[in-house]
């Protein structure tokens, strides 16, 4: 039984595979229709989400398959104290994959070592968030038409943005690839990212300030949102929250074929004069999530299906 908690716990060669299936599955959805017939989903989610839950959801009814699960603690047994372990024996019992999101930092690997079926980590504190980097490695294929040779620039709040956290560690496996991390000092990406990541891997990097010095470079750039609820005042995220904003002006000084991803939701940090532009890939990016979805899940409960 495979579970997914980090990106690095998928080979390069199943990461491969579940991208190839995700486009088939977005090129031909009709012919995995009916494919998880008879499974179930179960989505927990301790922590509020509208894409990560929805396209989970998406994904297995479009597989032909059911969902169950809770969008809130509150609307469950956890309210009167019950624990993650006690929970995913329970909810094992019905479904065939659990998709979990929760505040705490590991809390999909502490479910992974007492669950009866496969656990996705659905977004654990800021740490990872696996299947929103499924999401963005089928967008950037989809778009640039190769995961190598890119450079990357990922810009905002890098120390509790997860999905930053998560892209890193899954791009860091392929060639000719250069990051360029944008961000206030107090929201510089976690020293282990560099140390245990992006050094080992022998690849480039820069750590700097300005967006509109950087953003000629960049084929990718990466939004993100400066994440409120994981701030320990307020006052800090009222000073950083406005830090950058993408407007049509900067997206002048960008490459014409960069292009920009943001796994959302957004706040300031990029103008809606900026959605208009082709560039702008983060409505298709949702859309591409769910493919990424239905074939993780495809993998994870064994169906039979290329
Ligand atoms: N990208 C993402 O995780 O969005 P949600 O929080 O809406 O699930």
Redesign the pocket.
């Known amino acids: 039984m495979k579970h997914l908690i980090d990106p690095m716990d998928l080979s390069l060669e199943e990461l491969n595979d579940i991208l190839e299936l995700a486009e088939k599955m977005y090129n031909n959805p009709g012919k995995y229709a009916e494919a998880a017939k008879g499974k179930k989903i179960a989505t927990l989610f301790y922590e509020?989400?509208?894409?990560?839950?929805l396209s989970f959801e998406s994904a297995m009814l479009d597989l032909g398959g059911n969902v169950i699960g809770f969008s809130s603690a509150t609307d469950s047994s956890v309210s009167k104290g019950e624990s993650v372990e006690d929970t995913v024996r329970t909810v094992g019992c019905f479904a065939d994959v659990i998709a979990m999101?929760h505040p705490n930092e590991g809390a999909p690997k502490l479910a992974s070592m007492f669950s009866p079926v496969p656990i996705i980590n659905a977004?654990d504190g800021g740490h990872n968030?696996p299947t929103?980097t499924l999401t963005d490695l089928v967008t950037i294929r989809k778009e640039k038409g190769r995961l190598d040779n890119m450079v990357i620039g990922l810009c905002g709040d890098l120390k509790f943005g997860r999905?930053v956290h998560s892209l890193i560690k899954a791009m860091s496996r392929y060639e000719g690839i250069k990051f360029v991390l944008i961000s206030p000092q107090e929201l510089r990406v976690p020293d282990y990212i560099i140390s245990e990541v992006i050094e080992p891997a022998g690849l480039e990097y820069e750590e700097v300030t300005s967006l509109e010095e950087n953003i000629g470079k960049l084929d990718m750039l990466y939004m993100t949102r400066v994440q409120r609820e994981r701030f320990f005042n307020e006052a800090d995220y009222v000073r950083l929250k406005d830090t950058y904003i993408l407007d049509s002006k900067k997206m002048k000084l960008a490459k014409q074929d960069m292009i920009v991803l943001h796994?959302?939701?957004r706040v300031n940090e990029i103008s809606p004069s900026v959605d208009n532009d082709p560039r702008a890939c983060y409505f298709r990016q949702v859309k591409y999530g769910k493919f990424a979805r239905m074939a993780l899940i495809s993998r994870l409960i064994g169906l039979d299906v290329d």
Do not use: F, I, K, N
Not at 48 to 53: A, G, Q
């Open positions: 509020p989400s509208t894409r990560t839950r999101r977004g968030h929103q999905t796994p959302l939701p």
